[in-house]
């Protein structure tokens, strides 16, 4: 049976070259103009630049652009400071001061607030901010091989799968800024070299000790033989890294690689401080807060906001290693965390023990269920907590708002990664009574478009 493929022919549009003055920025930072009335979306511009844009996707209801020159730049773009902006898939708004920056994520968040029927006058608060570069402890660094097998050692390209090899990222702390041209070098020596998945870096203190250091994670979809094992000795001692190996099942010290030791699969053998305050124990497949400094702040708002006494009992939800509930702990007169990771709620568990934290419990349960027979519940003996702290995935805690409000706290305080869900549940609580009291931008990842913020309802 033949078969017939009609032939598409190229849009005409497409390779056009226009002028055309940028409107606004859309939620991704994108910025937005129009070409015979449609919008016409342009990466790294500005609101108000006029640009020099090349056509280069032609859709029903859209087209896509490239920006070749801008011919008049909005008064506060700034020059990008990663060699790699225009290609890598990070950091996209880094062409925008900081200050501009948070501005753009709380007409963000205020505008989703608006779709949900939410007041546009928010009680804004300012922004928990803190360094613009070298903030970030912990990244994923991707590993590909070209057709002569040559290894690329970086981060995704934007809209693309593909890597794009990086000299230095200036995102991450100092000291792991400029790995990937060592783990490259490498990488060529090693004598099974398509045998890495990706490589978690890490800064962090080994348990017991003060001082952090940068941790190196390989994910090896073989086992390593004797050569390479040497290699990364080498690496290690050269550049004073604690290097580990995840085999898909436990990540295993380097230097205990023969061995039969993998308790590293089950421990949490790496710790970072909050506050001065006390000391989160956590694993390599955990997830931890990746900005410490503006972390640091964030906590301390929380408590602020809470207003927390001797006397309250406070409800943690989505609680994970304890990062919120072992600093409330030393306030109050008891913390129950409910996280629905049992390995996170047995290192949340250790945690407290480590920080002699005895009036702060931890169970693992499912948020979004029925709370009535939970373990957790029921052992708060009809002492309903009276605030609540609740920091949800980007899924947010619709499901369990139902509950939340049949406890009827007197403060409800919400940090939110994802600006859409939380203008949702927000909805919520405000509908059942709950007056939105303070709202702050939280500056965890500058230079990109991602929102965290926090939001404290009071109970009216």
Same mark, same amino acid.
């Given at each position: ?292 400094? /503006?972390?640091?702040?964030? $906590?301390?708002? *929380?408590? =602020?906001?809470?207003? &927390?006494?001797?006397?309250? %009992?406070? +409800? ?98 919400? /940090?939110?990664?994802?600006? $859409?869900?939380? *203008?949702? =549940?927000?909805?919520? &609580?405000?509908?059942?009574? %709950?007056? +939105? ?24």
């Amino acid at each position: 049976m033949a078969n017939f493929f009609k032939v598409t022919k190229q849009n005409k549009a497409t390779g056009q070259v226009l002028t055309v003055k940028v409107e606004r920025l859309d939620h991704n930072g994108c910025g937005v103009a129009q070409h015979k009335k449609k919008p016409l979306f342009i990466p790294e511009t500005l609101k108000d630049e006029v640009v020099e844009v090349r056509l280069i996707e032609q859709k029903n209801k859209f087209v896509k652009g490239k920006l070749l020159k801008v011919i008049t730049p909005n008064p506060e773009r700034v020059q990008a400071k990663c060699l790699h902006f225009s290609v890598c898939g990070g950091c996209d708004i880094q062409h925008l001061n900081q200050e501009q920056q948070l501005l753009f994520k709380q007409d963000k968040v205020t505008d989703l607030f608006a779709r949900q029927g939410v007041s546009k006058q928010l009680p804004w608060q300012a922004a928990i901010k803190g360094v613009p570069w070298h903030y970030r402890r912990k990244a994923r660094i991707g590993v590909q091989f070209n057709k002569h097998g040559q290894p690329i050692v970086g981060f995704r390209e934007k809209g693309s799968s593909h890597l794009t090899p990086i000299k230095s990222c200036p995102v991450l702390v100092e000291p792991l800024s400029a790995i990937f041209m060592a783990l490259k070098a490498l990488i060529e020596r090693l004598s099974v070299k398509q045998a890495i998945g990706h490589i978690d870096v890490v800064w962090a203190s080994l348990q017991g000790e003060l001082s952090s250091q940068g941790i190196v994670n390989i994910r090896q979809l073989k086992k390593l033989n004797a050569h390479d094992v040497g290699l990364w000795r080498q690496f290690a001692d050269e550049f004073n890294y604690a290097v580990f190996i995840d085999n898909g099942e436990a990540c295993i010290a380097l230097t205990e690689y023969f061995t039969e030791k993998v308790e590293y699969s089950r421990n949490a053998p790496f710790s970072y401080s909050l506050n001065n305050s006390v000391t989160i124990g956590f694993g390599l497949k955990d997830f931890i807060q990746i900005n410490q400094g /503006v972390n640091e702040e964030m $906590v301390a708002q *929380a408590m =602020d906001w809470l207003d &927390l006494d001797v006397n309250d %009992y406070v +409800l943690d939800l989505f609680c994970g290693l304890g990062n919120f509930s072992l600093a409330m702990a030393k306030q109050v007169k008891q913390v129950i965390g409910v996280e629905g990771v049992q390995s996170m709620v047995d290192k949340a568990s250790n945690n407290a023990k480590q920080n002699d934290i005895k009036n702060c419990q931890f169970y693992q349960a499912n948020i979004n269920e029925s709370w009535q027979s939970q373990p957790w519940f029921v052992a708060l003996n009809q002492q309903l907590p009276n605030k609540v702290l609740l920091d949800p995935a980007r899924a947010g805690a619709e499901e369990a708002m139902p509950y939340i409000i049949k406890v009827n706290p007197s403060h409800i305080l919400y /940090v939110s990664c994802d600006p $859409v869900t939380l *203008a949702r =549940d927000s909805q919520v &609580l405000l509908e059942h009574g %709950y007056i +939105l009291s303070k709202i702050s931008i939280i500056d965890m990842f500058s230079q990109t478009k991602h929102v965290e913020s926090m939001v404290l309802f009071n109970r009216a």
